[in-house]
């Protein structure tokens, strides 16, 4: 199972990115697709995730700006971010919990990560 993650790249305050997360593999089912980020000196932390029925979890810090989504038939999970603020510059991983065709069981999946930087 593989995931390219993409959509980073310099952006004004105020302006918008929209990530990308294609998974592609031998991939049985997605449970839940999620978005992490990690700032330069500081610990990764969750931005949002979805499950495979739809239900959504953000970082109190995006809740309103940023919105997660995921097209099924693709495998692909997307993270709308607008307003965007110098405080969410960081490297975004994205990060499924998925069954692979091989097991019965279900794993945990990294990006590589993509780099969003928010600066005048």
């Known amino acids: 199972v593989q995931l390219q993650a993409s959509g980073g790249g310099l952006v004004q305050p105020g302006g918008s990115l929209r990530l990308s997360c294609a998974a592609s593999g031998s991939i049985f089912s997605i449970n839940t697709m999620g978005w992490y980020r990690q700032a330069p000196g500081k610990v990764r932390e969750l931005v949002a995730t979805?499950?495979?029925?739809?239900?959504?979890v953000y970082a109190d810090s995006v809740k309103g700006r940023f919105t997660i989504s995921r097209e099924n038939a693709k495998s692909t999970g997307y993270l709308q971010m607008n307003s965007l603020k110098p405080d969410d510059t960081a490297v975004y991983y994205c990060?499924?919990?998925?069954?692979?065709?091989?097991?019965?069981?279900?794993?945990?999946?990294w990006g590589q990560g993509t780099l969003v930087t928010v600066s005048s």
């Open positions: 979805i499950t495979s029925g739809g239900t959504v």
């Open positions: 990060n499924i919990y998925a069954r692979p065709s091989h097991s019965s069981r279900c794993y945990g999946y």
